[in-house]
């Protein structure tokens, strides 16, 4: 399984980007995919998830409001809509995808880093002010 993140960059405070994450090498359905970020210096802490059904979202307090995470089976692709961006913001994104265990279905969703399988190697965002 292969995850390549990208659509990080440059942008200015209020602005807005969309990270993208492809995924390969296996049925995109049997996963549940997250966004994690790692600011420099610190831990790489949970930004958003999606439930198995794909229609429940979770978010960090931090971000909740401004960030939609969302994925489009089709094209085995899982998106971070970010909108007003702040100088807090800066780091790099990681997507990470989690293989689905027998009994895992719904609503379930997951917030920690070790509940997940497979990691992109990241997409850095770094917000001016």
């Known amino acids: 399984v292969q995850l390549q993140a990208s659509g990080g960059g440059l942008v200015q405070a209020g602005g807005s980007l969309r990270l993208s994450c492809a995924v390969s090498g296996r049925t995109f359905s049997s996963y549940v995919p997250a966004w994690f970020r790692q600011a420099p210096g610190k831990e790489r802490d949970f930004v958003a998830a999606?439930?198995?059904?794909?229609?429940?979202?979770y978010y960090a307090d931090s971000v909740n409001g401004r960030f939609t995470i969302s994925r489009d089976d089709a094209k085995s692709t899982v998106f971070l809509e970010m909108n007003s961006l702040k100088p807090e913001n800066t780091a790099v994104y990681y997507c990470a995808v989690r293989s689905r265990r027998t009994g895992e279905y719904g609503s379930a969703w997951y917030k920690g880093r070790e509940e997940y399988d497979y990691w992109g190697k990241g997409t850095l965002v770094t917000v001016s002010s």
């Open positions: 999606l439930s198995w059904t794909g229609r429940t979202t």
